[in-house]
């Protein structure tokens, strides 16, 4: 059920070194080719929230304020007022990385299924650190487009499969 969302990059890195966030960053695909300078640069600006069992995170139809990242906990991604569930994500997946390039409202909504803790990556931060070191913007912003690209390739791909099924359904019907 949760392909469509699934962080389908993620590596199951379990060994703790002295930063645990630096370690999470590095399997991030945004992150994951910046050095232990740039991380911890990246670092810096990022703000860390717990949210309690049930906490909504966002709601389909706000605006996208920036990326989240799954330090321990879950959270479930919804659409359609919470009637279908898109996907389950835990520790070390990501979302909502499009609302760093655009203010579109959200597709869908995130809501903890258990105490959470995530670090949010929010636009303001990514244009201000852009503006003060464009070299560094610049390595997030193409692994930003480049993970967005994967995501939309994998969604194309599993749009044929369903399709293609729906359409070999209906062949076996008449």
Known sequence: MGKLW????????????E???????????????????????????????E?????????????????????KGNIRITCRQDTHL????NE???FGELALLDDSPRSASAVAQAPTGMLCFFKPAL??????????????????AWTIGERLKSTNEQIKELRCGIQQDQKKEQ
Do not use: W
Not at 86 to 89: D, F, I, N
Not at 127 to 144: A, H, N, Q, T, Y
């Open 92 to 94: 070390g997946d990501f």
């Open 19 to 49: 930063d645990e966030i630096e370690n999470i960053l590095s399997h991030i695909p945004v992150f994951q080719d910046l050095s232990r300078r740039e991380l911890r640069t990246v670092k810096r600006i990022l703000h860390q929230r």
């Open 127 to 144: 244009l201000d650190l852009i503006e003060r070191s464009p070299v560094l913007g610049s390595k997030i912003l193409f692994k930003l």
């Open 51 to 71: 949210y309690r069992n049930n906490e909504v995170i966002f709601n389909e139809g706000d605006i996208g304020l920036g990326m989240y990242i799954i330090e």
């Open 6 to 17: 699934e962080n389908f990059f993620k590596l199951r890195c379990k060994q703790k070194d």
């Open 86 to 89: 898109l996907a389950e994500l």
